[in-house]
């Protein structure tokens, strides 16, 4: 996964995330998901290809246009993504750091 991620890249997704995405744990299944949605999946798929982790995919959902979404449900890919945007984030620290520790206790088990 990509590891030389230059700072200026990282700020750049850490803001994107804190504007267009969310980190959540799913109930049902206590899973960790990250999630980035945008009309244009162009940079949904350089985001993806710079840190090497997620899936981009179209939902039409209930809008006529439908939305793409980077997805990251993987437990180890989520924590990548939290040390590349963490340092960075400025509105989601608190949640990303949550999830950090919710997908720490899980693998300690």
Not at 1 to 6: C, D, F
Not at 20 to 48: F, S
Not at 63 to 81: C, K, M, P, Q, T
């Amino acid at each position: 996964m990509g590891i030389n991620i230059r700072p200026v890249d990282r700020a750049y997704i850490a803001g994107f995330f804190d504007g267009e995405g969310c980190i959540r744990i799913r109930p049902q299944d206590q899973r960790v998901v990250v999630a980035i949605g945008q009309k244009d999946p162009t940079t949904l798929y350089w985001i993806q290809q710079l840190i090497g982790c997620g899936h981009v995919r179209f939902n039409r959902g209930a809008s006529e246009a439908g939305v793409w979404y980077l997805n990251i449900g993987d437990r180890h890919e989520v924590l990548h993504f939290i040390q590349v945007v963490y340092k960075h984030s400025q509105l989601k620290r608190r949640q990303l750091a949550k999830a950090r520790r919710h997908i720490e206790a899980q693998l300690a088990r």
